[in-house]
Each structure stands twice: as C-alpha cells, then as structure tokens.
C-alpha cells in the first residue's frame, strides 16, 4: 500500500513571494504519477501539477513547480510569485503507472495562505 | 468549473436515514470514482466504475454504502441507516482512461473532481 505525508498542515506567505510545499511518500512501486492538487474554500479540486515518476525532469507550470527526489521519495511543490488566489489547500497524491483502478491516494494536505 | 456536477451540494439528515447522492460526470468519461473527505483530510477512495462496472471497492466502504452507475453516465451513492462517522464531504471524480499495454497508463492520469456533496448526520 502507498502513503503519502505531508507535514506541514498550514502555511502562510506574502504575496509575491515564493513557497515551497513539501511531500513524501512510500511505495515499492518503481513507476507512478504523483500530482498536487488545489482545493479552493469551497471550490472544486484541480490539477496543479503532475510528474511521471520515470522522467527525470522536474515538472514545471507556469508559477508552479516540482522538485522531484526518487530516490529519497520527495515531491515538493514550489509556487513562485505567490497570488491571493493561490490561497488553498494543496493535496499531494500517488497514482500507480500500472495496474487496476489508478485510483489517488492523498497526503492529510497543507492549507497555504497567501497574505496582501 | 471542472464540467463534473454533484447534487445535492450540502445534505444534512438525521441518524438512520437513508440518503442518495447523485454525480454526472464529464460525458465522455468512461471511469467515476469517488472519495470520501473528512473535515481537515486529504480525500479517502471509496468505489471507482469503469463504464457501468464496478471494479473496486475499498474496506472504508461498508455494507451500508452502495454505489450504481446504471448506464455508464451518471451514479449514484446511497447510505443507508446513517451514522454520525458519515458525515463528511463525498466527492466525484472522472476521468477518460485508455491503457496502452506494456508503456503503461496512455490518458486518465488526470482526474476531475466535481464540488463535492457535504453530509452531515445529526
């Protein structure tokens, strides 16, 4: 079974600023997707970003990126020029690259504020 | 707006009642899961349906929860007898899966979340 972690249950930052949002995770799995996801108060969920486990380069979106360790099983989530509107929480989830069901498997999340 | 619709958004109801929740899914998406979301959690996974099949269904789901997606399009979740423990935010995914053999997983990596249902059992 996979676990995911993220320890810090909230955060705050200026906007403008840059934050990073960490996440760990276990799995014997050599292939997986790993993706953050942002939840607006009262809002649907959507995807921030996603990395396929067997590319080495980091993700990247616009503000949004990743720093991906495999090895350490790491994947931190770096929002650069924070926004009011990136005011959320963030949920780091797991998905296995193969085999049935591909359903998420999530971190507890970390609420981020973003601050004028 | 993710295009994926829940209904209704907020239920609150007494212990022992039943309840439905219904969610309509993009239209062109062959799997629908959901998840359950304590207050303060990251969501939970519940059942998931390929088209009309329900393939998977986790321990969380107990034998009062059943889930149906008729005919490949919508579902729906029922509880029946309700606990306090239920109450929570039950949200739906969708997403258009294709496998593409031994190179893995071709499209349905990115599930999209409808706005969730929030019961709360009194």
């Known amino acids: 079974a996979q676990t995911v972690t993220q320890s810090q249950p909230e955060m705050s930052v200026q906007e403008a600023e840059t934050v990073t949002l960490s996440c760990t995770y276990d799995?014997?799995?050599?292939?997986?997707?790993l993706f953050w996801y942002k939840q607006p108060p009262s809002r649907q969920m959507i995807l921030v970003i996603r990395?396929?486990?067997?590319?080495?380069q980091n993700a990247t979106e616009n503000r949004f990126s990743v720093n991906f360790q495999k090895a350490a099983k790491s994947f931190s989530l770096k929002i650069s020029d924070s926004q009011l509107g990136d005011t959320a929480m963030y949920f780091c989830?797991?998905?296995?690259?193969?085999?049935?069901?591909?359903?998420?498997?999530f971190g507890g999340g970390t609420r981020l504020m973003v601050k004028p | 707006d993710t295009g994926v619709s829940q209904d209704p958004r907020h239920k609150i109801t007494k212990r022992g009642q039943n309840v439905t929740f219904r969610c309509d899914p993009i239209?062109?998406?062959?799997?629908l899961y959901w998840y359950r979301q304590t207050l303060g959690q990251g969501p939970e996974f519940l059942t998931y349906?390929?088209?009309?099949?329900?393939?998977?269904k986790s321990r969380l789901l107990s034998d009062r929860f059943s889930a149906e997606r008729p005919k490949g399009s919508f579902s729906t979740l029922e509880i029946q007898r309700t606990e306090q423990g239920d109450s929570a935010m039950y949200l739906c995914?969708?997403?258009?899966?294709?496998?593409?053999?031994?190179?893995?997983?071709?499209?349905?990596?990115?599930?999209?979340f409808g706005p969730g249902t929030r019961l709360t059992v009194l």
């Open positions: 239209s062109e998406h062959n799997r």
């Open positions: 989830a797991f998905m296995k690259h193969v085999g049935a069901g591909n359903m998420l498997t």
């Open positions: 995914a969708s997403t258009n899966y294709a496998y593409a053999g031994i190179s893995g997983l071709q499209r349905g990596n990115e599930q999209f």
């Open positions: 799995t014997s799995e050599n292939n997986y997707y």
């Open positions: 990395q396929e486990a067997y590319k080495q």
């Open positions: 349906f390929q088209n009309e099949a329900q393939l998977e």
